[in-house]
């Protein structure tokens, strides 16, 4: 996207990083065979770039992040070969606001790495992809609500496979008071592979707003869904949803969002996080509908979860930790290759001088080998990197 004329206001940054790593791989092996074990030392440099600029009156903030390794190649599933070559991944968000009251907003993120461990949270996915990528669109106006969004993956494979997960929505107010809100809304569900439509879930609802106090609010939607599954003749049945969330504006200490629906089945999604001195803690549940990765042949229940927290113990000096989880489970009997997978994280920062950081950190995901997706695994990463940043 181009923009004319020079920024209002800016900033950049630019880093470069050197890191070694030690990967140790195990693959669960068949009854009376050893496992399998591989422990790779990988050296690893990784240049980034960022800008934050506001052309006529937007804000586009954009980053990118690149690593070149330099290590032994190493076959093996959530490994690929990616010991020596390269990966990256770029994001970018742009927000404008306009004097009648509506705001735009949209954001962008490209990856492309064959390593599971470069996806930063537990996956169903039974190998990671070589290309992942995500956009949303969002306007929000006094009268008016839209939102669209997007998350696709694409295989390396000499016969590459695409998937996609989309949804739209938007919303009209009839009545919206200081104190709630009554609308009509409709959204749609998308997932697809390849081209093929494997699932579209069109709903149309009637819901209302309350605050119930200070920074607390409660919406309801009752409706109706139309759902194509497959090849199969569409279905409609009433559908549901509440919604209780805390302003999304970050000011309060706690950030809550809990969303329980009956559209495609009983689905929630929860978030909450919390920030008290220094310390920030973090809690992520959902199970929905959904798809993900491009190995995926069917849409499937995928449930997950996470807690994490992070605490600044000295002056430049993070401490980080969290721990994920996620399962898939057959959607309406749909086939489907069942993956568990547990990932943990830990991470210790320190800035050494202004232009200066280094980072030490502990990675590892375990994938049950119970399933039809494959051998289990158990991988862990040690890395050690240092680097150094100018703006």
Known sequence: MAFAGPAAAGDWFASAGWGLRLDDHRVQAAPGQGAVRFAPWT?????????AVQPLGA???????GRIEVGAPVPGEGVGPLRRGTAAEGHATLVRTFATGLQLAARGSIARSRDLLDVDHATVSANADAAR???SARGVSRRLEGEWRVRGWRSDE?????ARSLGWGARA???RPAAGAVFVGGHERRMDRDGLLLLRARTAALGVGRNLGPGFAAT????????YLGTGPSTTRAAAALELATPLDGAGATQVRVRLARELGPEFELELSRRSGHVRTWVRASSTVDIEGSGAVAPAVIQRAAVGAGDTLVAATVLGVEASLARNRSYRGLPLERVEAARVAAWLERRLQP?????AGWDLVVRDGDTGAGPGFRRSRFELQIRANAR
Do not use: I
């Open 220 to 227: 309801l939607e009752l409706g109706a869904v139309d759902e």
């Open 158 to 162: 000499a016969n590459p496979t695409d």
């Open 133 to 135: 990528w995500a956009a």
């Open 59 to 65: 804000r586009l903030d954009a980053a990118a992040t």
């Open 43 to 51: 050296q690893a440099l990784t240049p980034a770039f960022g800008l």
């Open 173 to 175: 107010f009839l009545v």
């Open 355 to 359: 232009w200066l950081g280094c980072r």
